[in-house]
């Protein structure tokens, strides 16, 4: 079975810096491209990061573009979103994706507040 967990999630000040992990399994991780999203309170989950399956091109919604950053370790089976420059807006549940597959982890909570 698909399994994708995230972690890494907590209370941060703006500003502030977070490094949130995916660990997956059940699936051929190195041929899979992958995905974070996130969605906040009342919103549509929206698009925040991919990457290719050997992590040789990654993209970004404008919104997280020059603050965030992500990057895989297919030895790990692990898909990292470093998230720096936090603002209150970056506040939502952060979920881990296969890309074209609807396959998707628990989420990770994110608060940027002060």
């Known amino acids: 079975q698909v399994q994708l967990v995230e972690s890494g999630g907590g209370l941060v000040q703006p500003g502030g810096s977070l490094r949130l992990s995916c660990t997956a399994s059940?699936?051929?991780?190195?041929?899979?491209?992958m995905s974070w999203y996130r969605q906040a309170p009342g919103k549509e989950r929206e698009f925040v990061a991919s990457?290719?399956?050997?992590?040789?091109?990654?993209n970004y919604a404008d919104s997280v573009k020059g603050r965030f950053v992500i990057s895989r370790d297919n030895g790990k089976n692990t898909v990292y979103l470093q998230m720096s420059s936090l603002k209150p807006e970056d506040t939502a549940v952060y979920y881990c994706?296969?890309?074209?597959?609807?396959?998707w982890g628990q989420g990770t909570q994110v608060i940027v507040s002060s």
């Open positions: 994706r296969r890309s074209s597959f609807d396959y």
């Open positions: 059940g699936f051929t991780f190195i041929l899979s491209p």
């Open positions: 990457i290719t399956n050997t992590g040789g091109r990654t």
